[in-house]
């Protein structure tokens, strides 16, 4: 088997939320697989210590601090990305937030806004404006994150999996339209994994032990447990794939029972 065909050198990365959890365990494993990267999240701040840990690899990495609910801070970001760079290759659209929205009869137009525009627009729209640059080098791999949550709701995040669903389905509609292109547009789904958004479920002993006793694997997810995913997808050793959307969640959506 050729090992290489899971080598990023000399391809250029941009991971939204790379700023800490999956996006920066993502980040980190493109530039151990000779990836260069670009780093976008809001906060500079944090970002700057992932290029650290990125350069104590002896890789490359630049920090463009963006909200993604902005189409104007996206322009930017594939604008600072040709210019330092002059291509792009991979797109992991990953920022995401969560808000707990309770029954749907509580959510106001306020929150439905904020959810989608982070969630969805903001990656459809960085989705374009990568593709166009793609199509400069002959083409590239997009990688939606969304959650294992789209194959059955959870009880008060209804907004958020709804917007979620919606880029799996966007992962379908763009790989239509794009494959023949070159670029391939996929999707990792996320099962439960110890980041900031999933605090509560594991920062005391009892609530982990609940949560891992409905995990098939037996164990929450580290945020490096996407990596693997997240390399493949981006990588040769794929390229006979694209609209397809991932679970990698310990066997957690497969031993979903309504009882
Ligand atoms: N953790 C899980 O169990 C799980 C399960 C299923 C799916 N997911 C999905 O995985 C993705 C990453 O989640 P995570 O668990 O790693 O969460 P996290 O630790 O909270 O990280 C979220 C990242 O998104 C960035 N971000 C948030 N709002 C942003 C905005 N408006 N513009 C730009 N960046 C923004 C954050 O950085 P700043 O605060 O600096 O902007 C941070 O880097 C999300 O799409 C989430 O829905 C997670």
Known sequence: MD????????KVAL??????????????????????????????????????????QNAKAICVPTHVGSLEALSELIEKTMD??????????????VPATGPPEDVDEQLWNKIMDVNLKGS??????????????????IINVSTYATRRPTPGLGVYIMSKAAVDMMTKVLAQEWTGAGIRVNGIAPGLIRTSITKTLWEN?????????????????????????AVFLASDASKYISGETILVDGGLAIGLSPV
């Open 3 to 10: 090992t290489s065909m899971f080598d990023l050198t000399g």
């Open 15 to 56: 991971v939204t939320g790379a700023s800490r959890g999956i996006g920066e365990a993502i980040a980190l494993a493109y530039s151990r697989f000779g990836a260069r990267l670009v780093l976008a999240s809001r906060k500079l701040e944090a970002l700057e210590a992932v290029r650290k840990n990125i350069e104590a």
């Open 84 to 97: 330092e760079y002059g291509r792009l290759d991979v797109l992991v659209n990953n920022a995401g937030i």
């Open 124 to 141: 459809f729209f960085l989705a374009n404006s990568a593709a166009e640059a793609m199509r400069g080098n002959g083409g590239g791999s």
């Open 205 to 229: 002993e009892k609530a982990r032990e609940a949560v891992e006793s409905k995990v098939p694997i037996g164990r929450i997810g580290e945020p490096d447990d996407i990596s693997g995913a």
